[in-house]
């Protein structure tokens, strides 16, 4: 490379206010006057810290700025050489002569072979130094931008995810006969959420969730009219008194159910919900969870009516506390429902429910048993549809639910549920009702899986329940269900 494109491209990296340097003044002891008097006094060596890095750029111009040719070569080369032995250039006592004024203060016609050599070898180890000064200073400006970078990404964050479950699904023995169709949210309800997290230091945070179910067979909202219709929070955490949100979520009592409660979490034909009230979600709702102190924690919810005639109108109450530790989980959920109208006071319908599994290593066990009084305490999943060939018996107001299961590893990524639920109604209607559930799931990663089960109802004295999945309530007494889910 000619040495005059040396200058160019160094000039390229470091001229015309680049953000590598501030601007330097620079003089050379024992240059011409001539020369002295335009190239100002030093004020800085250290090109790292500077601006902009002055060059000489040729012998040829700075002589014509100079008006004398044999200073203006002599002064441009002594400026060159001097910058050089700043780097540690090989100056010496020869070479740095003949930068400081031999060879190459001759004239252009007289400049010798060694002299040119020189001058080229000069420019270009000028060059690379400049470039190594502008890739350091690149890779320590990325350095803090990426530090910088990670800590507003630990400081906010927010996060996509979502479900997407869909499978074959066969209904028999309800009013419509055999029922075959592709069904969305067997196993889990296929869903688009977005959940986010702010650090506001000292401990506290704040956070949102905002969720949308959708089917996935047919692409349409699974509830329409509304945008996300599973859960609408936002709310601020402490690592010392708790979590407080605000807007439409799970409740205490339908999160005992298919975490603690339920082998089958509340999917699949097995689903817990085929014959326990589900109470899934509730809006208007305050949450407070506490800390957990030595696997100890607790959550209350209150749902605002918001009735202009009396506050009790459409309240709810739902609160939990359990222990978590080990192989050991355990919980007690009560949710009450206020039966008020703006003309009748109608008092509550009431849930208990204790709930507990246990991790024995080749098979986790699973227990639960709920009270349910009042009106509304025992809605059923399909509501008041007759899925039968009868009049289906109403809702109970005193019941009761029973449900034993397990769940059971099978090789590295298998794993066998199955449960058994008895509803006993302690009215005079006696409408009791018994579900027999198995199911096999298959992990072909931590995010995909396969699945399969059936469930079997048996109803008594006209009692109405029919096997539902995770997010559908069903149509007959029997169900077999095989599907894939995705979650990510």
């Known amino acids: 490379m000619r040495y005059d494109g040396m200058v160019n491209q160094a000039n390229a990296l470091v001229g015309k206010g680049h953000w590598l340097c501030r601007v330097v003044r620079l003089a050379m002891v024992g240059m011409p006057e001539k020369a002295l008097g335009l190239v100002p006094e030093v004020t800085c060596w250290n090109l790292m810290e500077c601006e902009t890095v002055v060059i000489v750029p040729l012998p040829v111009p700075f002589e014509h700025r100079t008006g004398a040719r044999k200073y203006g070569r002599h002064a441009a080369f002594k400026l060159i050489g001097a910058i050089a032995c700043r780097y540690r250039y090989d100056c010496s006592p020869d070479r740095n002569s003949n930068v400081a004024g031999g060879d190459l203060a001759l004239t252009h016609k007289k400049r010798s072979v060694r002299a040119q050599l020189e001058m080229h070898r000069l420019y270009y180890f000028l060059l690379q130094k400049l470039k190594e000064i502008a890739m350091k200073k690149t890779l320590i400006t990325l350095a803090v931008l990426a530090a910088a970078t990670g800590v507003a990404q630990a400081q906010s964050s927010v996060v996509i995810y979502g479900t997407v479950d869909a499978g074959f699904v066969s209904e028999r023995g309800g ?77 205490p009592w339908y999160n005992t159910l298919s975490k603690v409660a339920d082998p089958f979490a509340a999917g699949y034909a097995g689903s817990a919900k085929n014959l326990f009230p589900s109470n899934t ?190 997010s559908n309530v069903g149509t007959g007494d029997k169900a077999f269900n095989v599907g894939v889910r995705h979650s990510f």
């Open 175 to 251: 009013v419509n006969g055999n029922v075959n169709k592709l069904d969305s949210g067997i196993a889990s309800a296929s869903r688009l959420g977005f959940k986010g997290t702010e650090d506001l230091g000292s401990g506290l945070s704040a956070l949102f969730v905002l969720e949308s179910g959708f089917s996935v067979d047919n692409g349409q909202q699974d509830v329409s009219g509304t945008l996300f219709n599973r859960q609408a929070y936002v709310g601020l955490s402490s690592k010392t008194t708790g979590t407080l949100t605000l807007g439409r979520q799970y409740t």
């Open 281 to 470: 979600r509730t809006s208007n709702t305050v949450l407070y969870t506490s800390p957990n102190f030595n696997g100890f924690d607790a959550d209350v919810a209150y749902t605002f009516g918001e009735n202009a005639d009396s506050n009790k109108i459409g309240r709810k109450i739902g609160a939990s506390a359990g222990y978590s530790n080990g192989p050991l989980n355990a919980r007690l959920a009560y949710n009450n429902t206020s039966n008020d109208t703006a003309t009748i006071e109608q008092g509550s319908g009431s849930n208990w429910l204790a709930a507990a599994n246990y991790d024995f290593a080749v098979a986790k066990g699973y227990i639960a048993y709920g009270v349910n009084k009042g009106n509304n305490s025992a809605n059923r999943n399909n509501g008041t549809v007759n899925a039968f060939n009868y009049t289906s018996a109403a809702a109970s107001t005193d019941s009761n639910n029973i449900l034993v299961g397990a769940t059971v590893p099978v090789g590295p990524a298998g794993t066998v549920m199955a449960s058994f639920i008895r509803t006993n109604d302690k009215t005079s209607a006696n409408a009791d009702a018994d579900q027999w559930a198995l199911g096999y799931s298959y992990a072909l990663s931590k995010r995909t899986s396969t699945y399969a089960s059936y469930a079997k109802i048996k109803n008594k004295n006209f009692a109405g329940y029919t096997v539902g999945n995770n």
